[in-house]
């Protein structure tokens, strides 16, 4: 069932008459996930309209953000979509900078510059902050990243386990049900990843040069259905900074898992590869 709504993602009643079960609503449409629901539901979608809305965004479009999607990423500017991380046709990824990173929080918006959510690290200790502030051994410890809706509410978390060379990165729902994995299939040459879920390779991103600035996302029948673009963050942030941009295309509405995995390929590619080669540890 999918219909469109303003009603943000989380856990409501089935809708589809199933007694004491919660059934995942992702922003756009009710998902395959299910749970028991031993404690107080959510309120239905209908009654779910009418909870508190975040302050509207700004009028008008950004045009730092319309020359990076445009210019840079040369992506023909298109008209608005859903509204949501799950329903944009176009993601804005930007890192916050820091001179000195010991977290990584990263932006969302779409092709305008409005907020859609964010992305945040979790699960720090300070002696971990401590460990990446002086050496550069952090890149091959667990990393926890958080991808949050405009509300500030957790849609999937993405868990990159401690790794030597490979890379994999497992997607899960808030409550821990599984989405999916991407899995790094090489380290020399056109870096690739295996996006798979159900026991099943449903996916994969290509890296389109050794370089490993643009992929080219592809799903199980080798077709493309979304595109991710590295864009330039300007000097200061490429020479003091590692902070990155990147723009995901979405060529056309996805199905599930493949949606979700597709929405956190840019955090996984950054996670994977590119907090790992730069910076001076």
Known sequence: MTTHSNTPAGWYPDPHGAAETLRYWDG????????????????????AQHLPQVPAQPAGPDPRVQQQV????????????????????????????????????????????NQLGSVVQVGQSALRKVVRFLASIDQFLTHKLEIRDVH?????????PAKFLKSRVVV?????????????????????FAMNAGGRQVGA????????????????????????????????????????????????QLPEPLLSLT??????????????SRGFG
Do not use: C
């Open 28 to 47: 756009t449409r009710w998902t395959d996930h299910t749970h028991a629901g031993r404690q107080a539901p959510a309120q239905p979608v209908a009654q």
């Open 70 to 113: 445009q210019q840079q990423a040369g992506v023909a500017a298109g008209g608005p979509g859903g509204g949501t991380l799950f329903s944009e046709p176009v993601l804005v990824v930007n890192q916050k900078a820091k001179l000195i990173e010991l977290t990584n929080e990263y932006k969302v918006m779409d092709q305008q510059g």
């Open 152 to 160: 500030g509410r957790p849609v999937l978390l993405l868990t990159r």
């Open 172 to 192: 899960t729902l808030p409550d821990g049900q599984p989405v999916g994995e991407i899995v790094q299939q090489n380290v020399f040459g056109k870096i690739n």
């Open 205 to 252: 991103i290509k890296a389109e040069n050794w370089r490993a600035w643009n992929f080219a996302i592809v799903d199980h029948a080798g077709n493309e259905v979304a595109r991710i673009t590295k864009t330039w963050e300007g000097l200061a942030k490429t020479l003091f900074t590692t902070a990155d941009n990147y723009v995901l295309q979405i060529h056309y």
């Open 263 to 276: 929405v956190a390929t840019a955090l996984t590619v950054d996670t994977a590869l590119k907090q790992d």
